[in-house]
């Protein structure tokens, strides 16, 4: 199994305008970019200088349906 890492760049306690940022690392080797913000979430993997967008809801739908607990 993987080794991960995760570091957090944290602006503020409450996300405001600026999103918070989670870079994931899996045995050394960046995956991408985790932002959060009030509207959206985001992932940007580490070979893209663009991300992949979803609503709150949108991810509370995908988790919901393809997520496992």
Known sequence: ??????YMTMPTKI???KD???EVYSDDEKLGT????KGTIE????TYSYGYHLSWEEFN???QNHGYR
Do not use: A
């Not at 992932?43 to 580490?46: C, F, I, K, N």
């Open 43 to 46: 992932w940007v993997p580490s």
């Open 1 to 6: 199994m993987p080794t991960h890492e995760i």
């Open 34 to 37: 985790l932002r959060i913000s």
């Open 20 to 22: 918070t940022d989670f």
């Open 15 to 17: 996300v405001l305008n």
């Open 61 to 63: 739908e995908i988790m």
